[in-house]
């Protein structure tokens, strides 16, 4: 049977989405993995601030795989704070089919020392639309013999794309060694009506938009 979830209202249907209205469920939803695959919104703007009570750094994504649906409703995360390794974002790494829309990142900081690092989302094969990031993003990964087609995959929104990210836009600063990129690190998916302004940094494949693209 379904467990009984008496922290969130809703049944997490497409009807009935779960609705997160604090940071401290919010939190719990981190932990709660077998929920990932189930729909959400938010019904409140939520600060994930390390210096209040309760709240933490995290060393992973506060989501490391969602397959689900998070409608933002309009509504931001704000002061995520990550250090960790990879996949890394909001969301580490979003699966086919699944999808974020309506969601704003804002002051948030993503740092890792390995590859696929996003604002939004680390590694992203499903939808993002009308959703945005001001987040600081980086990657110390080193580049490797191979070249840099094995390392990096920073971007503003999306680390990668072999989604589609559509009505989106990153304001933040990006930091990587390769495939670099103001919105997406690199993109095989598609990408439409979107944009990018921040500071992009990196040593191969870098760009305004996209570091690295074989897509749309």
């Not at 509504?75 to 699966?95: D, R």
């Not at 990657?139 to 794309?161: D, P, T, W």
């Amino acid at each position: 049977p379904e467990p009984i979830i008496d922290w969130l209202d809703g049944k997490g249907t497409d009807q009935e989405p779960y609705r997160i209205d604090s940071a401290d469920q919010l939190i719990f939803l981190s932990r709660a993995g077998g929920l990932w695959n189930k729909h959400f919104i938010l019904g409140a703007d939520i600060d994930l601030d390390r210096n209040l009570r309760g709240r933490q750094v995290f060393s992973q994504a506060v989501i490391q795989v969602f397959s689900g649906v998070f409608d933002g409703n309009g509504h931001v995360i704000l002061n995520l704070h990550v250090e960790g390794g990879s996949y890394l974002g909001f969301v580490g790494k979003l699966s086919a089919y699944a999808s974020i829309k309506d969601l704003g990142i804002a002051n948030i900081s993503i740092n890792g020392t390995g590859s696929y690092i996003g604002g939004l989302v680390g590694d992203n094969y499903g939808d993002i639309s009308t959703s945005y990031s001001t987040a600081s993003v980086s990657s110390l990964a080193k580049l490797s013999a191979e070249g840099a087609s094995l390392v990096g995959h920073v971007g503003g929104l999306a680390g990668s794309n072999a989604g589609s990210i559509a009505t989106s836009y990153s304001l933040g600063e990006v930091n990587g060694p390769a495939n670099v990129g103001g919105l997406a690190g690199s993109s095989g998916g598609s990408i439409a009506n979107s944009y990018s302004t921040g500071s992009v940094n990196g040593y191969e494949n870098i760009g305004g938009l996209a570091g690295i693209s074989h897509g749309s």
